[in-house]
Structures are given as C-alpha cells and as structure tokens.
C-alpha cells in the first residue's frame, strides 16, 4: 500500500502566489505585490486578507561595450543602495 505524502495546507496557495509573480510583467515592485495578493484573494474564498513583504533591491545594467557586446537591460547586477523593504496588505472588502 502507497503512503500519501503529507501535504503542506499552503502549498496551494505559495504556488499560486509563485507562478502568479513569475508570469506577470510587474511595473513597479508596489504593483508585484498587489497582482500576486490579488490572485491568491481571487482563488481562495476563505482568505480574506494576506499581508506581503518583499525585497526592495536595485540592480543596474552591466556595462558590456568593453567586452565589444551591447547591453539591452538583460545583464543586471545588484547594487549596495538604495535597499528597502515593501510592504503591502490586501482585504477583500464587504459588499453590503
């Protein structure tokens, strides 16, 4: 007989919140936030508020023109500053 492994209750929902991040085209790290909120208050009825934190880190376009190469924001390295924290906190709102 085959054991089930145990599955973690929010497994569904860090997927959700994982594909919904990699699939989007964020325009800002304040918009992120709100499109993988959202998806998770659209898929699971019984969460009524979820609360997020993120990185806020930079990166910069690497210079490649002395490797002879052009650089169309595809190579990025991170930089030392400016460095924060984004917070943002979603609640599916009432109707009356």
Known sequence: MLRR???????????????????????????SLY???????????????IHLRMPDNYCLPVNLKPFGMENDNEVLAPVEEP??????????????
Do not use: C, W, Y
């Not at 973690?8 to 325009?27: M, V």
């Not at 499109?35 to 508020?49: K, P, R, T």
């Not at 460095?83 to 009356?96: E, F, P, Q």
């Open 83 to 96: 460095r924060g924290v984004a917070n943002a906190m979603l609640r599916r709102s009432k109707l009356v």
């Open 35 to 49: 499109i993988i909120g959202q998806a998770v208050l659209d898929n699971f009825e019984a969460i009524s508020e």
């Open 5 to 31: 492994p145990k599955v973690n209750p929010f497994t569904n929902r860090q997927i959700t919140l994982l594909e919904t991040f990699a699939a989007h085209e964020g325009k800002s790290l304040q918009h």
